[in-house]
Structures are given as structure tokens and as C-alpha cells.
């Protein structure tokens, strides 16, 4: 069970808008920023958004993320199959005193 | 280039030991916090432990905590996971992860390629 909650998964269409959501408490979300993790298909993570809303460099526009309280959502707008992968998001936990991830969302491009 | 460089994964029966190292590379390795985050084969990703810039600071997950300890030797830009009494659970592929300048804030904005640890 994570401490952080993800739907299991997400599809869309190619150049469909998809998004997922990432909800949390007061302990984790509703205090520290929010970051976004890609995982592709036999890869490492990679940092897709960090606190909150930022792209690091090179990663595309069409990435958004957005929080809210104790919730964060991470949208992918103009949707292409090389998105197929696992998201995972993640947070500071201040009563953990440690990092927690959702469990991750795998993402269908159909 | 930055670059993590894990090694030290393997197999191990239960109840042993074994010890990661990190080289980094390509950034200056005593400005940022270091993690070790473990994925589960076929599962998500488990935030396993963090360390300060200067080892003030070392925290952990509950189901390491006791029997792992992390620590890191800036002047050979490297970072450790001593795991001991290990278990079947702990089996897992281990990632290095470079962190901000505090352990709390930004992403984990650099990941390594991964060690495995099968504990059987």
C-alpha cells in the first residue's frame, strides 16, 4: 500500500490529452512539492516534473503538472505512442521523514 | 556528462550482507543530498534511504531500518547502502539517485542504471 495514491492505469489515443492523478495528505503533498517520475519499458526513472510544475530541461511542453491541497495531477496533452510507460509520483513526507512514491500508473497509448 | 555508476549487487543468502557503491561523475558531488530508491522486480518504486550533502543528516525507510546504513565519502565522490541481515523481500533492483541541495526538496533528478540484489 503506498502512501501516495495513483489509479493503477490510464489509456488514450494518439494526440488525446490524458492526465493522473496523485493524492496524498497534509503530511506529504499538502506541505512539500510534488514531482513526477517516467519510468519507459527496461529503463531507469527519469525526473519528468519537479516541484509541482517545472520541466527540467528537454522534457517536452506537452508534460504539465499541477497541485492542489493534498492532491497533484500530471497531464500529457498531443499524446504519442514513445509515452507508453510507467509515472510515478512522489513527495517529502514530513511524518515518514523519508521520500514516498504512488504505486505508479502505466500509460497505454491505444 | 552526469553519470551514477552503481555496483556491488548479487546474489546473497539470507541473513548475510552486501554493500552498494555509487560512483558519480559529471557534477559536484558534495553540493546534493544522495538516495537509494529499490524496485522490486515487477513492482514500483520504494524510497530505501537519504543522506546529506555532508552526512549530517542519513534517514530511512521502516523495512530497512536497523539493518541498513547509508553513507557517502565526498572526497572519492562515491556513495554507500551497507545492507545487512538480509532478506528474501530486500531482493530488489537498487538505483543511486542524485538529489537537491536538501534531502527534502527538488526531484531526484539523476538516476544510475541499477544493481540487482537477489537474496535467495
Known amino acids: 500500500q503506498s502512501v501516495l495514491t495513483q489509479p493503477p492505469s490510464a489509456s488514450g489515443t494518439p494526440g488525446q490529452r490524458v492526465t493522473i492523478s496523485c493524492s496524498g495528505s497534509?503530511?506529504?503533498?499538502?506541505?512539500?512539492?510534488v514531482h513526477w517520475y517516467q519510468q519507459l519499458p527496461g529503463t531507469a526513472p527519469k525526473l519528468l516534473i519537479y516541484s509541482n510544475y517545472q520541466r527540467p530541461s528537454g522534457v517536452p511542453d506537452r508534460f504539465s503538472g499541477s497541485k492542489s491541497g493534498t492532491s497533484a495531477s500530471l497531464a500529457i496533452s498531443g499524446l504519442q505512442s514513445e509515452d507508453e510507460a510507467d509515472y510515478y509520483c512522489?513527495?517529502?513526507?514530513?511524518?515518514?521523514?523519508?521520500?514516498?512514491f504512488g504505486g505508479g500508473t502505466k500509460l497505454t497509448v491505444l | 556528462e552526469v553519470q551514477l555508476v552503481e555496483s556491488g549487487g548479487g546474489l546473497v543468502q539470507p541473513g548475510r550482507f552486501l554493500r552498494l557503491s555509487c560512483a558519480a561523475s559529471g557534477f559536484t558531488f558534495d553540493d546534493y543530498a544522495m538516495h537509494w530508491v529499490r524496485q522490486a522486480p515487477g513492482k514500483g518504486l520504494e524510497w530505501v534511504s537519504s543522506?546529506?550533502?555532508?552526512?549530517?543528516?542519513?534517514v530511512y525507510a521502516d523495512s530497512v531500518k536497523g539493518r541498513f546504513t547509508i553513507s557517502r565519502d565526498n572526497a572519492q565522490n562515491s556513495l554507500y547502502l551497507q545492507m545487512n541481515s538480509l532478506r528474501a523481500e530486500d531482493t530488489a533492483l537498487y538505483y543511486c539517485?542524485?538529489?537537491?541541495?536538501?534531502?527534502?526538496?527538488?526531484?531526484?533528478?539523476?538516476w544510475g542504471q541499477g544493481t540487482t540484489v537477489t537474496v535467495s
Open positions: 497534509s503530511s506529504n503533498i499538502g506541505t512539500n512539492t
Open positions: 543522506i546529506s550533502w555532508n552526512s549530517g543528516t542519513m
Open positions: 539517485v542524485k538529489g537537491g541541495e536538501d534531502m527534502a526538496s527538488y526531484g531526484l533528478d539523476v
Open positions: 512522489a513527495a517529502w513526507d514530513d511524518r515518514v521523514y523519508g521520500v514516498v
